[in-house]
């Protein structure tokens, strides 16, 4: 990280980070079905308010879906900060921020 300028984008990587960041929820979504459909065979996905579906389907499905949003959370942040740190030689955010526990 050291051969970016440290200093803040806000407005730069603002619109940027929110536009990647609804295509990256929509990618995580087709994703996660297309995963259950091949784990489970299942067209839907079960949900936790389902009466008719065990703790064990729901608690899987929720995990498979969280670890595919994080990785795909990650990946789509990843992209963005470095086109924007090619592009500008700025790292888009300050070092070491917490974007989770703000």
Do not use: C, N
């Not at 603002?14 to 067209?43: I, K, N, Q, T």
């Not at 879906?65 to 030689?89: L, M, N």
Request: zero cysteines.
């Amino acid at each position: 990280m050291a051969k970016y300028k440290k200093k803040k984008l806000p407005l730069v990587y603002a619109p940027l980070g929110f536009a990647l960041s609804w295509v990256g929820g929509a990618l995580a979504g087709l994703a996660f079905r297309r995963a259950w459909r091949a784990l489970r065979h299942e067209e839907v996905p079960p949900d936790a308010l389902d009466p008719d579906r065990g703790w064990g389907e729901v608690l899987l499905a929720a995990a498979v879906q969280g670890a595919i949003f994080a990785v795909v959370r990650s990946a789509v942040d990843r992209t963005g900060a470095k086109a924007i740190a090619r592009s500008t030689g700025a790292w888009p955010v300050a070092e070491k921020a917490d974007r989770d526990h703000d």
